[in-house]
C-alpha cells in the first residue's frame, strides 16, 4: 500500500472519489467536440484515449515511485562521492539536447491542458465545479486524459536533471532534489486516487517548464537571451505556488464541508497543502537569496 501517514491509497479511494473503472470516453463531451474543427487538431490516438489503465496501474504499483525515490537518493550521495575523485564531465551538448526535450514535451502537454481547464473555468458554473468534478467524467479520459497521464510519469525520467548536475559537479540545492522527490510522490498518489484538482497543477506545471527548460538549453548553449531575465522564471515558478496552494487550501475546505458530491480525497488535498506551502517557501526564499541579497564581498 501507498503510505501517507494514517492514510493509504486503498483507504484513500474510497474517501470521497470514484473510481475510474471501466469509464467510457462518450460519457463526457470533449474540448475538440466544442470548436470549429476541433477534431483535426487532435490526433485519433488522444481523442480515443483511454486513461483507466494508467490509473489501475498506478494503484496496483504503489511501490514504483517509493523505490525509485530511495534509489534516486542513494544515487546523488554516491553520485557525490564518485565525483569527488574525478574531473567534472563537461556534457554540454547532451545538457543542452534534455532541456530542448523536456522544453518541447511540456509545450505539447500545455497546448493539450491548459485550453481544456481555461475552458472549464469560463464555462462552469463555479470553480468549485471545476475542482470537484470527478475526473473520470471530466478530463481523465481522451486527449487531456493522454496527457495528464504522460505528465505523471514523466515525473521519473525527469529526475535525470539531477545526474547532469552531480556530473557536472554543480552545486545541488535542497530545493531541486527535495522537489523532484515530493512531486514524484505527490503525483503518483494523485493519479492513483484520481484527484479531481489535479488539471489546474498539471497545466500550470507543463507550461513553467515549456519556459524553464528552454531556457536552460539556451544556457547549455551559450545562447542565452540578454532581452530574457531569469527572475521571469522564478515569479512564474512562486506564482504557480500561490496558485497551488490556493487550490489546495479551496479543495480542503470543500472537503471538510461534508460535501459528498465533492470528488477530492482527504490524504491527496492534505499533503498537496503542505508540499506547495513548502515549495512557495522554498522559492520565495531562493528568489531573495538570488536577485534580493547583495553578494558578499570576498576578502
Not at 497546448?111 to 468549485?128: E, F, G, K, Q, W
Not at 531541486?176 to 510522490?185: D, I, K
Not at 531569469?230 to 487550490?247: K, L, R
Request: proline fraction near 4%.
Amino acid at each position: 500500500m501507498f503510505s501517507f501517514g494514517p492514510l493509504t491509497v486503498s483507504s484513500a479511494i474510497t474517501d470521497g472519489i470514484v473510481p475510474h473503472v471501466n469509464a467510457r470516453k462518450d460519457e463526457f463531451v470533449q474540448l475538440y467536440q466544442r470548436i470549429p474543427f476541433g477534431k483535426w487538431l487532435y490526433t485519433p490516438v488522444e481523442i480515443n484515449y483511454e486513461a483507466s489503465h494508467g490509473t489501475d496501474f498506478a494503484r496496483q504499483y504503489p511501490w514504483i515511485p517509493i523505490c525509485t525515490v530511495i534509489i534516486y537518493l542513494a544515487s546523488i550521495y554516491l553520485g557525490k562521492k564518485y565525483m569527488e575523485k574525478r574531473e567534472r564531465f563537461d556534457l554540454r551538448y547532451k545538457l543542452a539536447a534534455w532541456n530542448m526535450l523536456l522544453s518541447v514535451f511540456s509545450f505539447i502537454g500545455a497546448v493539450r491542458t491548459v485550453p481544456d481547464l481555461l475552458y472549464r473555468i469560463a464555462t462552469s458554473a463555479s470553480l468549485d465545479e471545476t475542482m470537484c468534478t470527478a475526473a473520470a467524467s471530466s478530463w481523465g479520459t481522451g486527449a487531456t486524459g493522454l496527457w495528464v497521464q504522460l505528465f505523471i510519469f514523466s515525473k521519473i525520467p525527469e529526475l535525470v536533471d539531477t545526474v547532469f548536475i552531480v556530473a557536472r559537479k554543480r552545486p545541488l540545492l535542497f530545493l531541486h532534489w527535495y522537489h523532484h522527490v515530493t512531486v514524484l510522490l505527490y503525483c503518483w498518489h494523485s493519479y492513483a486516487t484520481e484527484a479531481s484538482q489535479a488539471l489546474y497543477f498539471v497545466a500550470m506545471n507543463y507550461t513553467v517548464h515549456a519556459i524553464m527548460y528552454g531556457y536552460y538549453c539556451l544556457m547549455a548553449l551559450k545562447l542565452k537571451p540578454a532581452w530574457f531575465p531569469p527572475v521571469i522564471i522564478t515569479i512564474a515558478q512562486i506564482s504557480q505556488m500561490f496558485v497551488g496552494v490556493a487550490v489546495q487550501i479551496a479543495s480542503m475546505m470543500k472537503y471538510f464541508s461534508g460535501d459528498s458530491s465533492c470528488g477530492v480525497n482527504g490524504a491527496n488535498v492534505f499533503w498537496g497543502s503542505i508540499m506547495y506551502g513548502s515549495y512557495l517557501a522554498l522559492f520565495v526564499k531562493f528568489a531573495v537569496d538570488r536577485y534580493m541579497k547583495k553578494p558578499e564581498k570576498k576578502l
